[in-house]
Protein backbone atom coordinates (compact mmCIF):
# COMPACT_ATOMS: atom_id res chain seq x y z
CA UNK A 1 0.00 0.00 0.00
CA UNK A 2 1.37 3.33 -1.21
CA UNK A 3 1.50 5.57 2.20
CA UNK A 4 -0.34 8.71 1.57
CA UNK A 5 0.54 11.75 0.10
CA UNK A 6 2.63 14.43 1.77
CA UNK A 7 3.08 18.30 1.26
CA UNK A 8 6.47 19.60 1.61
CA UNK A 9 5.79 23.52 2.36
CA UNK A 10 8.67 25.50 1.85
CA UNK A 11 9.34 28.70 3.36
CA UNK A 12 12.26 30.37 4.26
CA UNK A 13 14.54 27.69 3.70
CA UNK A 14 14.42 27.59 -0.33
CA UNK A 15 17.04 24.50 -0.25
CA UNK A 16 17.11 21.17 -1.06
CA UNK A 17 20.66 19.87 1.08
CA UNK A 18 20.74 19.91 4.94
CA UNK A 19 16.35 20.59 4.82
CA UNK A 20 15.52 18.40 7.98
CA UNK A 21 11.83 19.06 6.63
CA UNK A 22 12.41 17.60 3.22
CA UNK A 23 14.22 15.06 4.13
CA UNK A 24 11.63 13.68 6.47
CA UNK A 25 8.55 14.50 4.40
CA UNK A 26 10.60 11.80 1.64
CA UNK A 27 11.26 9.57 4.14
CA UNK A 28 7.35 9.55 5.60
CA UNK A 29 5.46 9.70 2.53
CA UNK A 30 5.67 7.75 -1.54
CA UNK A 31 4.75 10.89 -3.08
CA UNK A 32 5.75 14.63 -2.37
CA UNK A 33 3.87 18.02 -3.21
CA UNK A 34 6.47 20.41 -2.92
CA UNK A 35 4.86 24.10 -2.72
CA UNK A 36 5.54 27.47 -2.14
CA UNK A 37 2.59 30.14 -1.22
CA UNK A 38 3.04 33.24 -2.23
CA UNK A 39 1.08 35.72 0.53
CA UNK A 40 2.17 38.73 1.32
CA UNK A 41 -1.13 40.13 2.63
CA UNK A 42 -0.16 37.86 5.74
CA UNK A 43 2.32 39.51 6.50
CA UNK A 44 1.32 42.48 7.48
CA UNK A 45 3.56 45.81 7.09
CA UNK A 46 6.06 43.67 6.47
CA UNK A 47 5.35 42.56 3.22
CA UNK A 48 8.32 40.93 0.86
CA UNK A 49 9.74 44.74 -0.55
CA UNK A 50 10.49 45.28 -4.09
CA UNK A 51 13.90 43.90 -3.74
CA UNK A 52 12.98 40.82 -1.67
CA UNK A 53 10.25 40.03 -4.57
CA UNK A 54 13.11 39.79 -6.72
CA UNK A 55 14.95 37.95 -5.55
CA UNK A 56 12.48 35.18 -4.32
CA UNK A 57 11.58 35.12 -7.79
CA UNK A 58 14.88 33.83 -8.58
CA UNK A 59 15.31 31.46 -6.01
CA UNK A 60 12.16 29.92 -6.57
CA UNK A 61 13.11 29.17 -9.97
CA UNK A 62 16.22 27.80 -9.04
CA UNK A 63 14.78 25.20 -6.52
CA UNK A 64 12.26 24.43 -9.03
CA UNK A 65 15.04 23.26 -11.29
CA UNK A 66 17.16 21.53 -7.86
CA UNK A 67 13.61 19.60 -7.44
CA UNK A 68 12.98 18.66 -11.29
CA UNK A 69 16.12 17.05 -11.34
CA UNK A 70 15.18 15.09 -8.60
CA UNK A 71 12.35 14.14 -10.16
CA UNK A 72 9.47 16.49 -8.53
CA UNK A 73 9.35 20.56 -9.47
CA UNK A 74 7.72 23.27 -7.51
CA UNK A 75 4.31 24.04 -6.87
CA UNK A 76 3.13 28.16 -6.69
CA UNK A 77 0.42 29.21 -5.32
CA UNK A 78 -0.96 32.85 -3.86
CA UNK A 79 -2.37 33.04 -0.11
CA UNK A 80 -4.23 33.39 2.04
CA UNK A 81 -1.92 30.38 3.35
CA UNK A 82 -4.37 28.97 4.76
CA UNK A 83 -7.13 28.37 1.82
CA UNK A 84 -4.21 27.68 -0.53
CA UNK A 85 -2.86 25.25 1.78
CA UNK A 86 -6.32 23.55 2.25
CA UNK A 87 -7.24 23.83 -1.32
CA UNK A 88 -3.58 22.10 -2.69
CA UNK A 89 -4.37 19.00 0.13
CA UNK A 90 -8.12 18.61 -0.81
CA UNK A 91 -6.83 18.51 -4.80
CA UNK A 92 -3.84 15.94 -4.26
CA UNK A 93 -5.20 14.16 -1.16
CA UNK A 94 -2.38 15.26 0.92
CA UNK A 95 -2.52 13.63 4.57
CA UNK A 96 0.33 15.81 6.17
CA UNK A 97 2.32 18.91 5.74
CA UNK A 98 5.88 19.78 6.43
CA UNK A 99 7.14 23.39 7.50
CA UNK A 100 10.09 24.95 8.94
CA UNK A 101 9.08 27.38 11.29
CA UNK A 102 8.87 30.93 11.21
CA UNK A 103 10.35 33.45 14.07
CA UNK A 104 9.30 36.82 13.30
CA UNK A 105 6.24 37.38 15.36
CA UNK A 106 3.45 37.76 12.96
CA UNK A 107 4.61 35.14 10.77
CA UNK A 108 4.81 33.13 14.07
CA UNK A 109 1.64 33.65 14.93
CA UNK A 110 0.39 33.28 11.83
CA UNK A 111 1.65 29.55 11.53
CA UNK A 112 -0.37 28.98 14.84
CA UNK A 113 -3.54 29.58 12.85
CA UNK A 114 -2.98 27.65 9.70
CA UNK A 115 -1.33 24.70 11.92
CA UNK A 116 -4.64 24.84 13.53
CA UNK A 117 -6.61 24.88 10.52
CA UNK A 118 -4.86 22.23 8.84
CA UNK A 119 -5.00 19.76 11.92
CA UNK A 120 -8.96 20.09 11.94
CA UNK A 121 -8.40 19.14 8.59
CA UNK A 122 -7.35 15.77 9.90
CA UNK A 123 -4.02 16.62 8.39
CA UNK A 124 -1.03 16.22 10.47
CA UNK A 125 1.86 18.63 10.37
CA UNK A 126 5.23 18.83 11.55
CA UNK A 127 7.23 21.74 12.24
CA UNK A 128 11.47 21.43 12.18
CA UNK A 129 13.88 24.44 13.01
CA UNK A 130 15.37 25.37 9.30
CA UNK A 131 16.17 29.03 9.24
CA UNK A 132 18.64 28.87 12.71
CA UNK A 133 21.24 27.94 15.39
CA UNK A 134 19.08 28.10 18.12
CA UNK A 135 15.49 28.93 18.80
CA UNK A 136 14.93 32.08 19.81
CA UNK A 137 13.42 31.53 22.97
CA UNK A 138 15.57 28.85 24.35
CA UNK A 139 18.69 30.68 25.47
CA UNK A 140 18.08 33.16 28.84
CA UNK A 141 20.02 34.91 31.44
CA UNK A 142 20.35 33.03 34.85
CA UNK A 143 17.64 34.60 35.96
CA UNK A 144 15.58 33.30 33.07
CA UNK A 145 15.54 36.88 31.06
CA UNK A 146 16.13 37.43 27.33
CA UNK A 147 19.29 38.63 27.23
CA UNK A 148 19.54 42.20 25.89
CA UNK A 149 23.85 42.42 25.53
CA UNK A 150 25.36 40.46 22.65
CA UNK A 151 28.48 38.95 24.28
CA UNK A 152 26.68 37.19 27.30
CA UNK A 153 24.15 36.04 24.87
CA UNK A 154 26.82 34.67 22.38
CA UNK A 155 28.86 32.81 25.42
CA UNK A 156 25.30 31.39 26.43
CA UNK A 157 25.01 30.21 22.81
CA UNK A 158 28.26 28.97 22.66
CA UNK A 159 27.97 27.09 25.72
CA UNK A 160 25.25 24.79 24.51
CA UNK A 161 26.82 24.31 21.09
CA UNK A 162 25.42 23.96 17.78
CA UNK A 163 23.88 21.27 16.38
CA UNK A 164 25.61 19.92 13.02
CA UNK A 165 23.31 20.27 9.36
CA UNK A 166 21.14 17.48 9.02
CA UNK A 167 23.27 16.64 5.79
CA UNK A 168 22.50 16.26 1.87
CA UNK A 169 19.46 16.19 0.39
CA UNK A 170 17.30 13.37 -0.80
CA UNK A 171 18.42 12.13 -4.42
CA UNK A 172 15.60 11.07 -5.56
CA UNK A 173 11.61 12.80 -4.37
CA UNK A 174 8.93 10.81 -5.62
CA UNK A 175 6.67 13.28 -7.13
CA UNK A 176 2.92 12.95 -8.21
CA UNK A 177 3.11 11.56 -12.42
CA UNK A 178 1.09 15.01 -13.17
CA UNK A 179 2.08 18.12 -10.84
CA UNK A 180 -0.87 19.67 -9.78
CA UNK A 181 -1.42 23.35 -11.38
CA UNK A 182 1.00 25.73 -10.82
CA UNK A 183 1.00 29.80 -10.68
CA UNK A 184 3.66 31.51 -13.10
CA UNK A 185 7.07 31.95 -10.43
CA UNK A 186 7.11 35.86 -12.39
CA UNK A 187 3.76 36.53 -10.78
CA UNK A 188 5.67 36.97 -7.62
CA UNK A 189 7.88 39.56 -9.21
CA UNK A 190 5.11 41.29 -11.30
CA UNK A 191 4.04 43.83 -8.64
CA UNK A 192 7.78 45.02 -8.03
CA UNK A 193 7.70 49.03 -9.48
CA UNK A 194 11.41 49.17 -8.43
CA UNK A 195 14.22 47.45 -10.12
CA UNK A 196 17.48 46.41 -8.84
CA UNK A 197 19.34 46.67 -11.88
CA UNK A 198 22.52 45.13 -11.08
CA UNK A 199 20.60 42.09 -9.50
CA UNK A 200 21.81 39.75 -11.92
CA UNK A 201 25.02 40.15 -12.88
CA UNK A 202 26.13 40.97 -8.63
CA UNK A 203 24.30 37.28 -7.44
CA UNK A 204 23.34 34.29 -8.36
CA UNK A 205 20.06 33.69 -6.49
CA UNK A 206 19.68 29.89 -5.25
CA UNK A 207 20.94 26.94 -3.58
CA UNK A 208 23.90 26.57 -6.02
CA UNK A 209 24.79 30.07 -6.00
CA UNK A 210 24.97 29.87 -2.36
CA UNK A 211 27.23 27.53 -2.01
CA UNK A 212 29.08 28.70 -4.83
CA UNK A 213 29.51 31.58 -2.74
CA UNK A 214 30.73 29.57 0.80
CA UNK A 215 32.98 28.17 -1.80
CA UNK A 216 34.96 30.90 -2.35
CA UNK A 217 34.72 33.04 0.50
CA UNK A 218 36.09 29.69 2.46
CA UNK A 219 39.20 29.85 -0.06
CA UNK A 220 39.96 33.57 -0.66
CA UNK A 221 37.33 35.61 2.28
CA UNK A 222 37.95 33.53 5.50
CA UNK A 223 41.61 34.46 5.92
CA UNK A 224 41.58 38.07 5.56
CA UNK A 225 37.99 38.68 7.07
CA UNK A 226 38.88 39.47 10.61
CA UNK A 227 41.03 42.23 9.52
CA UNK A 228 39.27 43.47 6.13
CA UNK A 229 35.47 43.33 7.15
CA UNK A 230 35.06 46.66 7.72
CA UNK A 231 36.47 47.60 4.49
CA UNK A 232 34.06 48.56 2.07
CA UNK A 233 36.01 48.80 -1.16
CA UNK A 234 37.40 45.43 -0.66
CA UNK A 235 35.23 42.00 -1.01
CA UNK A 236 35.62 41.27 2.52
CA UNK A 237 32.87 39.48 3.58
CA UNK A 238 30.55 36.51 2.58
CA UNK A 239 28.05 38.31 1.17
CA UNK A 240 25.87 35.55 2.72
CA UNK A 241 23.20 37.81 3.72
CA UNK A 242 20.40 37.45 1.05
CA UNK A 243 21.16 33.31 0.62
CA UNK A 244 20.69 33.26 4.64
CA UNK A 245 17.70 35.17 4.58
CA UNK A 246 15.59 32.70 1.89
CA UNK A 247 17.17 30.09 3.72
CA UNK A 248 19.26 28.36 0.14
CA UNK A 249 21.79 27.52 2.52
CA UNK A 250 21.62 26.53 6.43
CA UNK A 251 23.32 28.51 8.48
CA UNK A 252 24.11 25.17 10.55
CA UNK A 253 26.16 24.25 7.41
CA UNK A 254 27.96 27.14 7.58
CA UNK A 255 29.25 27.75 10.59
CA UNK A 256 29.84 24.04 10.19
CA UNK A 257 32.46 24.54 6.88
CA UNK A 258 33.67 27.45 8.46
CA UNK A 259 34.70 25.60 11.40
CA UNK A 260 36.10 23.06 9.48
CA UNK A 261 38.19 25.37 7.37
CA UNK A 262 39.97 26.63 10.83
CA UNK A 263 40.44 23.39 11.89
CA UNK A 264 42.04 22.23 8.11
CA UNK A 265 44.09 25.80 8.48
CA UNK A 266 44.69 27.16 11.72
CA UNK A 267 45.95 30.37 10.18
CA UNK A 268 41.91 30.73 9.47
CA UNK A 269 41.29 30.46 12.95
CA UNK A 270 41.07 34.00 13.73
CA UNK A 271 38.86 34.69 10.64
CA UNK A 272 36.53 31.62 11.17
CA UNK A 273 36.09 33.26 14.80
CA UNK A 274 35.23 36.63 13.80
CA UNK A 275 32.86 34.93 11.00
CA UNK A 276 31.13 32.76 13.40
CA UNK A 277 30.36 35.77 16.10
CA UNK A 278 28.12 37.77 13.02
CA UNK A 279 26.53 34.82 12.75
CA UNK A 280 25.27 34.85 16.27
CA UNK A 281 24.45 38.34 16.09
CA UNK A 282 21.74 37.17 13.43
CA UNK A 283 20.74 34.53 16.41
CA UNK A 284 20.56 37.34 18.75
CA UNK A 285 19.08 39.90 16.67
CA UNK A 286 15.81 36.65 16.17
CA UNK A 287 16.62 36.51 20.32
CA UNK A 288 15.52 39.96 20.54
CA UNK A 289 12.79 39.86 18.40
CA UNK A 290 11.31 37.01 19.41
CA UNK A 291 11.15 38.50 22.95
CA UNK A 292 10.55 41.84 22.18
CA UNK A 293 7.75 41.35 19.76
CA UNK A 294 6.67 45.44 19.65
CA UNK A 295 10.50 46.33 18.37
CA UNK A 296 9.98 45.74 14.76
CA UNK A 297 7.90 49.32 15.10
CA UNK A 298 8.74 50.66 18.45
CA UNK A 299 11.75 50.95 20.24
CA UNK A 300 12.80 48.40 22.27
CA UNK A 301 14.23 51.70 25.32
CA UNK A 302 10.63 52.73 26.20
CA UNK A 303 12.32 56.33 26.56
CA UNK A 304 12.77 56.68 23.02
CA UNK A 305 8.94 56.71 22.00
CA UNK A 306 9.24 60.52 23.05
CA UNK A 307 12.17 61.04 20.95
CA UNK A 308 11.41 64.06 18.99
CA UNK A 309 12.54 62.92 15.34
CA UNK A 310 12.20 65.61 12.55
CA UNK A 311 9.93 65.84 9.70
CA UNK A 312 12.24 66.54 6.75
CA UNK A 313 10.50 65.35 3.38
CA UNK A 314 13.94 66.97 0.96
CA UNK A 315 16.14 65.77 3.72
CA UNK A 316 14.53 61.79 3.45
CA UNK A 317 14.53 61.71 -0.29
CA UNK A 318 17.89 63.20 -0.78
CA UNK A 319 19.32 60.19 1.88
CA UNK A 320 16.88 57.85 -0.53
CA UNK A 321 18.82 59.50 -3.86
CA UNK A 322 22.24 59.34 -3.00
CA UNK A 323 22.38 63.10 -2.91
CA UNK A 324 23.04 64.03 0.37
CA UNK A 325 26.75 65.43 -1.00
CA UNK A 326 28.10 63.04 1.60
CA UNK A 327 30.72 61.01 -1.08
CA UNK A 328 30.32 57.57 1.31
CA UNK A 329 26.98 57.79 2.39
CA UNK A 330 26.12 58.50 -1.33
CA UNK A 331 28.05 55.84 -2.54
CA UNK A 332 26.32 53.40 0.01
CA UNK A 333 22.99 54.13 -1.14
CA UNK A 334 23.58 53.83 -5.02
CA UNK A 335 25.39 50.56 -4.29
CA UNK A 336 21.85 49.46 -2.38
CA UNK A 337 19.96 50.70 -5.36
CA UNK A 338 22.10 49.20 -7.86
CA UNK A 339 22.41 45.72 -5.99
CA UNK A 340 19.62 45.58 -3.69
CA UNK A 341 22.91 45.14 -1.11
CA UNK A 342 24.99 47.19 1.22
CA UNK A 343 28.28 46.20 3.35
CA UNK A 344 27.82 46.75 6.75
CA UNK A 345 30.07 49.12 7.86
CA UNK A 346 28.40 51.59 5.35
CA UNK A 347 24.91 50.98 6.47
CA UNK A 348 25.58 51.69 9.81
CA UNK A 349 26.82 55.43 8.52
CA UNK A 350 23.84 55.60 6.42
CA UNK A 351 22.12 54.62 8.98
CA UNK A 352 23.63 57.35 11.33
CA UNK A 353 23.31 59.87 9.12
CA UNK A 354 19.56 59.45 8.33
CA UNK A 355 19.13 59.09 12.50
CA UNK A 356 21.38 61.79 14.04
CA UNK A 357 22.31 64.07 11.13
CA UNK A 358 18.80 64.41 10.10
CA UNK A 359 17.07 63.20 12.80
CA UNK A 360 14.79 61.28 10.96
CA UNK A 361 13.01 58.29 12.77
CA UNK A 362 14.88 55.00 12.18
CA UNK A 363 11.84 53.05 10.88
CA UNK A 364 11.69 55.32 8.10
CA UNK A 365 15.23 54.08 7.15
CA UNK A 366 14.17 50.47 8.37
CA UNK A 367 11.34 51.13 5.66
CA UNK A 368 13.10 52.31 2.82
CA UNK A 369 16.13 49.28 3.69
CA UNK A 370 13.28 46.95 3.63
CA UNK A 371 11.60 47.58 -0.59
CA UNK A 372 15.48 48.16 -1.11
CA UNK A 373 17.68 45.34 0.31
CA UNK A 374 17.74 41.53 -1.10
CA UNK A 375 18.62 40.50 2.24
CA UNK A 376 16.08 42.55 4.05
CA UNK A 377 15.57 40.56 7.24
CA UNK A 378 12.59 41.48 9.96
CA UNK A 379 14.75 40.52 12.66
CA UNK A 380 18.42 41.68 11.31
CA UNK A 381 16.88 44.93 10.01
CA UNK A 382 15.20 46.05 12.96
CA UNK A 383 18.31 45.12 15.26
CA UNK A 384 20.77 47.49 12.84
CA UNK A 385 18.21 50.57 12.90
CA UNK A 386 17.23 50.00 16.50
CA UNK A 387 21.47 50.14 17.38
CA UNK A 388 22.21 52.91 15.16
CA UNK A 389 19.90 54.91 16.70
CA UNK A 390 20.50 53.85 19.84
CA UNK A 391 17.03 52.96 20.70
CA UNK A 392 17.79 48.70 21.01
CA UNK A 393 19.50 46.82 22.41
CA UNK A 394 23.53 47.11 23.31
CA UNK A 395 22.91 50.11 21.57
CA UNK A 396 25.74 52.55 20.02
CA UNK A 397 26.30 54.84 22.64
CA UNK A 398 23.94 58.23 22.53
CA UNK A 399 27.18 60.70 21.89
CA UNK A 400 28.41 58.27 18.83
CA UNK A 401 27.32 60.09 15.75
CA UNK A 402 29.34 58.64 13.10
CA UNK A 403 31.22 61.13 11.08
CA UNK A 404 30.84 60.56 7.21
CA UNK A 405 34.17 61.68 6.13
CA UNK A 406 36.25 60.52 8.61
CA UNK A 407 35.01 57.30 8.90
CA UNK A 408 34.89 57.12 4.88
CA UNK A 409 38.80 57.61 5.11
CA UNK A 410 39.48 55.73 7.57
CA UNK A 411 37.52 52.23 5.59
CA UNK A 412 37.77 53.34 2.28
CA UNK A 413 41.19 54.90 2.25
CA UNK A 414 42.24 55.46 -1.21
CA UNK A 415 38.27 56.42 -2.21
CA UNK A 416 37.73 53.34 -4.67
CA UNK A 417 34.72 52.57 -3.13
CA UNK A 418 33.23 56.02 -3.33
CA UNK A 419 34.63 56.15 -7.26
CA UNK A 420 32.71 52.52 -8.07
CA UNK A 421 29.14 54.14 -6.93
CA UNK A 422 30.10 57.98 -7.47
CA UNK A 423 31.33 57.49 -10.83
CA UNK A 424 30.91 61.55 -11.57
CA UNK A 425 34.33 62.14 -8.51
CA UNK A 426 36.29 59.13 -10.02
CA UNK A 427 39.08 61.59 -10.85
CA UNK A 428 38.93 63.52 -7.37
CA UNK A 429 42.15 62.52 -5.94
CA UNK A 430 42.10 60.17 -2.67
CA UNK A 431 42.75 63.31 -0.22
CA UNK A 432 39.31 65.07 -1.97
CA UNK A 433 37.24 62.27 -2.57
CA UNK A 434 35.21 62.21 0.71
CA UNK A 435 35.06 66.07 0.97
CA UNK A 436 34.76 67.49 -2.03
CA UNK A 437 33.64 70.78 -0.69
CA UNK A 438 36.63 71.52 0.68
CA UNK A 439 39.13 70.53 -2.65
CA UNK A 440 40.22 73.78 -4.05
CA UNK A 441 38.63 74.90 -7.34
CA UNK A 442 40.94 73.69 -9.59
CA UNK A 443 41.00 70.56 -8.05
CA UNK A 444 37.54 70.54 -8.51
CA UNK A 445 37.48 71.79 -11.77
CA UNK A 446 40.55 69.16 -13.38
CA UNK A 447 38.37 66.91 -11.49
CA UNK A 448 35.26 67.81 -13.44
CA UNK A 449 32.85 68.32 -10.58
CA UNK A 450 31.09 70.88 -10.19
CA UNK A 451 29.66 71.55 -6.92
CA UNK A 452 25.89 72.11 -7.00
CA UNK A 453 25.73 70.77 -10.35
CA UNK A 454 27.59 67.52 -11.19
CA UNK A 455 27.40 66.79 -7.46
CA UNK A 456 25.96 67.99 -4.77
CA UNK A 457 26.98 70.25 -1.90
CA UNK A 458 26.59 69.24 1.76
CA UNK A 459 22.54 69.13 2.80
CA UNK A 460 23.39 69.41 6.17
CA UNK A 461 26.48 70.84 8.00
CA UNK A 462 27.69 67.06 10.10
CA UNK A 463 30.06 69.51 13.04
CA UNK A 464 26.17 71.57 14.03
CA UNK A 465 23.99 68.23 13.04
CA UNK A 466 25.67 66.75 15.34
CA UNK A 467 25.74 68.75 18.11
CA UNK A 468 21.89 69.14 17.48
CA UNK A 469 21.39 65.56 18.14
CA UNK A 470 23.57 65.10 20.90
CA UNK A 471 22.09 67.97 22.95
CA UNK A 472 18.56 66.10 22.03
CA UNK A 473 19.83 62.79 23.20
CA UNK A 474 21.72 64.07 26.44
CA UNK A 475 18.08 65.63 27.19
CA UNK A 476 16.40 62.33 26.45
CA UNK A 477 18.74 60.70 28.59
CA UNK A 478 18.43 62.40 31.91
CA UNK A 479 14.21 63.19 31.02
CA UNK A 480 14.35 66.77 30.57
CA UNK A 481 12.89 66.94 27.41
C1 LIG B 1 20.94 49.60 9.67
C2 LIG B 1 21.25 48.14 9.39
C3 LIG B 1 20.30 47.35 8.76
C4 LIG B 1 20.57 45.99 8.50
N1 LIG B 1 19.61 45.23 7.86
C5 LIG B 1 19.87 43.93 7.59
C6 LIG B 1 18.91 43.11 6.93
O1 LIG B 1 17.79 43.54 6.62
N2 LIG B 1 19.26 41.83 6.64
C7 LIG B 1 20.47 41.31 6.99
O2 LIG B 1 20.73 40.13 6.70
N3 LIG B 1 21.37 42.04 7.66
C8 LIG B 1 21.12 43.33 7.96
N4 LIG B 1 22.07 44.08 8.62
C9 LIG B 1 23.27 43.41 9.15
C10 LIG B 1 24.51 43.39 8.23
O3 LIG B 1 24.76 44.64 7.71
C11 LIG B 1 24.38 42.39 7.09
O4 LIG B 1 23.96 41.14 7.58
C12 LIG B 1 25.73 42.20 6.40
O5 LIG B 1 26.18 43.41 5.88
C13 LIG B 1 25.57 41.18 5.30
O6 LIG B 1 26.76 41.05 4.59
P1 LIG B 1 27.58 39.69 4.61
O7 LIG B 1 26.65 38.56 4.36
O8 LIG B 1 28.71 39.87 3.68
O9 LIG B 1 28.07 39.66 6.11
P2 LIG B 1 29.26 38.88 6.83
O10 LIG B 1 30.10 39.90 7.50
O11 LIG B 1 29.95 37.96 5.90
O12 LIG B 1 28.52 38.08 7.97
C14 LIG B 1 27.97 36.77 7.78
C15 LIG B 1 26.51 36.76 8.18
O13 LIG B 1 26.37 37.12 9.55
C16 LIG B 1 25.18 37.88 9.73
N5 LIG B 1 25.52 39.24 10.17
C17 LIG B 1 26.64 39.93 9.88
N6 LIG B 1 26.63 41.13 10.50
C18 LIG B 1 25.46 41.20 11.17
C19 LIG B 1 24.85 42.19 11.98
N7 LIG B 1 25.47 43.34 12.24
N8 LIG B 1 23.64 41.95 12.51
C20 LIG B 1 23.01 40.77 12.27
N9 LIG B 1 23.53 39.78 11.50
C21 LIG B 1 24.74 39.99 10.95
C22 LIG B 1 24.49 37.95 8.37
O14 LIG B 1 23.56 36.89 8.28
C23 LIG B 1 25.65 37.74 7.41
O15 LIG B 1 25.27 37.22 6.16
C24 LIG B 1 21.81 45.44 8.90
C25 LIG B 1 22.75 46.26 9.54
C26 LIG B 1 22.47 47.59 9.77
C27 LIG B 1 23.51 48.42 10.45
Not at 180 to 185: A, D, G, L, Q, Y
Not at 217 to 222: A, C, P, T, V
Not at 366 to 383: H, I
Amino acid sequence: MPRPVAIMWFRTDLRIDDNPALRAAVESSDEIICAYVFAPEDEGPWAPGDASRRWLARSLSALDAGLRERGSGLVLRSGPTVDALRELSAETGARSVFMGRRYEPLAARHDERVIGALREDGIAVRVFETALLHDPGSLLTGSGTPYKVFTPFFRAAERIGTPGPSGPGPRRIPGPLRLPRSEPIEAVERRARTAVPGLDASWSPGERGAKERLHAFLGSGLGTYAGERDRPDLESTSRFSPHLAFGEIDVRAVLAAAREAAEADERLTRGADAFIRQLYWREFAYHLLHHFPHTAERPLRARFEIFPWSRDDAGLAAWQRAETGYPVIDAGMRELAETGWMHNRVRLLVASFLTKDLLLPWLEGARWFWTSLVDADLADNTLGWQWVAGCGADAAPYFRVFNPVTQGERYDPDGAYVRRWLPELERLPARWVHRPWEAPADTLRAAGVRLGSTYPRPIVDHAEARKRAIALYDALRSGEE
